[in-house]
């Protein structure tokens, strides 16, 4: 078995290809996700390449929200759907023996759309997941982004939405039927990082205000996975708060200045060890 | 004394009905131009997707070699209703890449500054909107020029002269059933 690690972080359009080299190759990082990324992405794989001492090179994509990077030796992928604004691009993946697809989301922000409005949102993007995925084999569905959402939100609950779900055993059935229309379920495992109760930060994006409802703490970076990849997976989803030698928390327990105001997050695949299959880029 | 009256009905809307095409017909006759002119190497479909309060049609190009699709862009209405129509542009490029853009200073302002400015009362001007047929048409041929859209068809082009990929799935786009 091997293990593949993932990272995805919002970097906020701020200058820290620094931190960024060292989180990747301190954690040994496979596959890189990156949102609101304000490096040319072949300037960011060349300096993560000569920095972390490992291969990266970037994806062919349309989107330019949203960046991937792949450690060259590890795994394969090809964009083959980016929806109309840019804010999910999908990808065929093969690690070793299991082929997946990795959607890559960005959903807009709350600023100026109501709740209601950015659900809506959310189910037109995860309608254009579902349309691009309706005319392929089914295989493992991996979904990472920020979503711009907290997992409890109805976008990331309702059928309709990303239909996610805080337990595994939710994913129990493949499809689940509302009203004689199937809908595949996905697993979030980001409900288990809330709070103060479990290791690490209590979300991932921190805002205080005088507000009636404010949580402090939004978990709206997030992955999900279908049923297909819960054996494989390894780390379930973790917020990370160094990268290297470089605390991304302050002294108050919030995100640093020194990084992106969004905290990164990483997820493990343990998969079979086998060649994986080239990409033909 | 008598005060002769006047025609105060639009002329836009009231145009010969033969002389603009309707919406549908128009994004149908682009499709095909899109086919034809690329040998279909390019092939497009036209989802739409369904709420309660708008219908979303997607301009859809594949790159059937490849097993790709891209959303170039999207026209969003009411549901029975063809117009008004609001074009959803594809995503703007960089501030690197494009030819030319706003500064805006925004980012240096406090939070405080940006909170208070998101609570005053703003008019925003959507320049995607089309209110009649000639409007969609004319709306439409200038979002078909912008740079954005010109990038997208390069990169599809590119993309679609590459040798065809082996073991495509089976789809529509790739002449499968």
Known sequence: MAIVNFLFWNLKERPITDLVCSLCANRQVDVAVFAECGVPPDELAGRLSSLSGMTYRTTDSRSHRLVVLVNESAVACDEFYVNATGRLSLRSFQIGSVPFVLAVVHLKSEVGWNESELSDEACAVADDLRSALAVRPMTGLCVVGDFNMQPFERGMVVHKGFFSFMTRSSLSAELRTIQGREYRPLYNPMWGCFGDRTPGPAGTFYRRDASPVCYDWHMVDQVLFSAELLPYLANLGEIVERAGDVSLIDRNDRPSNSGSDHLPIMFSLDVPNSLPELAST | ?177
């Open chain 2, 1 to 177: 004394m008598t005060v002769a009256a006047t025609d105060l009905w639009p002329d836009d809307v009231l145009v010969a009905p033969e002389t603009v095409p309707s919406p549908l017909e128009l994004l149908d006759y682009q499709a095909r131009c899109l086919e034809q002119r690329t040998s279909n190497r390019l092939v497009v479909e036209l989802p739409e997707y369904k709420t309660d309060d708008r219908e979303t049609l997607r301009f859809t190009v594949a790159v059937p070699s490849q097993d790709y699709r891209c959303v170039l862009f999207e026209v969003l209405h009411r549901p029975g209703f063809m117009l008004p129509a609001s074009f959803i542009p594809p995503e703007p490029l960089p501030n690197y890449l494009r030819e030319k853009y706003v500064s805006s200073p925004s980012a240096y302002w406090s939070l405080s500054q940006k909170m208070r400015e998101e609570l005053e009362p703003r008019t925003i001007e959507n320049q995607w909107v089309a209110n009649t047929p000639a409007e969609f048409q004319t709306k439409l041929q200038k979002l078909l020029q912008t740079q954005e859209i010109k990038a997208l068809l390069a990169s599809l082009m590119t993309m679609a002269s590459r040798p065809p990929k082996a073991n495509l799935p089976v789809t529509p786009a790739n002449g499968a059933e």
